[in-house]
Every structure is written in structure tokens, then in C-alpha cells.
């Protein structure tokens, strides 16, 4: 089975509400809500209108993860929504690399030199997957001003694509 990865957008908002809630609350027990995540709700404004985008993987039709970008400088861009289906996790399908390779590739063909995402420190294995990849942990201090913080992160991350 191997993963199909498209863009998706807001005819897609209910599954995609449902796997990051469900990631969230009930995987993690983290205290966030979907009033807390206004951009699930309306992802074409929030993720496209600034040059960013949102891509889905699915395997037989069902969507088992997300990914998504926001621009928010003319050469930087945030990583948020990462979200796999704890079955669907590991080098078996590997849906978080081709994710972030999808994301990555569309970076290098769009000018976004410096991926920034902020995560929770509870999400170990989440991180390892980031450092895997040659993103480097940095203070908050140290994100750009622009950087779209989410009240819940306590971990920041950054890679240079221009390396």
C-alpha cells in the first residue's frame, strides 16, 4: 500500500479535523481545540492565500496524514499540521518522510529558503523524525518575528534549504 500524496483543501476540512483532533486530545492529551485551530476550518484562505500550502496522504481513500505550510516571509515558511495515523507510522510506509519531502520539494520550487515549525516537547518521537531530517533546534528567541506561534509549542526547529 503505498501512500498517494495530493494538495488538499477545505473539502477535505472534516477528516482532516479528525485525525489532527484525534492525534491531539486522545493520542497526546494535549489541551487544544478546534477553536484554538481556526485554519482547519477554513485551510484554502489560511494556507494558500499567502503562498503556502496543505497536502493529505491517503492509502484506499482514507486520509492518514497531513502536512502543511504557511508562508510568512518573502523566503520563510512554517511547518504545521504534521499529522500520521498512529497505524500508519514507521518506516513501513514512511507517509511522515514523503510528507515532508512533498513540502520540502515544493519550497525549493517556490523560493522558501528557511523552514521554521514549533512543536511540544511531549511529541519525542515527532522531534527525532525533525533532527533526522537536519532541522536544528533553536530558542524561541531566535524565530523570525513574523513566525506564527501556537500557544501549545515549546520546541522550536529550523532548516536552511539553501545548504
Known amino acids: 500500500m503505498k501512500p498517494v500524496i495530493i494538495p488538499i483543501e477545505n473539502q477535505y476540512a472534516n477528516a482532516v479535523i479528525d485525525l489532527v483532533l484525534n492525534i491531539q486530545q486522545k493520542e497526546f492529551n494535549i489541551a487544544i481545540t478546534l477553536q484554538d485551530q481556526p485554519d482547519l476550518l477554513d485551510i484554502k484562505s489560511f494556507y494558500y492565500a499567502t ?5 493529505g ?4 481513500d482514507e486520509l492518514v496524514g ?7 516571509d518573502d523566503n520563510a515558511a512554517a511547518i504545521r499540521k504534521m499529522f500520521v495515523k498512529k497505524e500508519y507510522r514507521g518506516k513501513e510506509f514512511s507517509i511522515a518522510q514523503k510528507l515532508l519531502e512533498t513540502l520540502i520539494q515544493y519550497c525549493k520550487e517556490n ?3 528557511d523552514l521554521y515549525l514549533g512543536t511540544v ?6 522531534l527525532r523524525f525533525y533532527e533526522r531530517n537536519h532541522f536544528v533546534r533553536i530558542e524561541k ?3 523570525p518575528e513574523a513566525f506564527p506561534l501556537m500557544s501549545a509549542d515549546n520546541v522550536f526547529c529550523h532548516l536552511n534549504l539553501k545548504v
Do not use: P, Q, R, Y
Open 51 to 55: 503562498g503556502g500550502g496543505f497536502w
Open 57 to 60: 496522504a491517503f492509502i484506499n
Open 66 to 72: 497531513t502536512i502543511a505550510l504557511i508562508k510568512f
Open 111 to 113: 523560493g522558501i529558503d
Open 121 to 126: 516537547s511531549v511529541l519525542e518521537a515527532a
Open 141 to 143: 528567541v531566535l524565530l
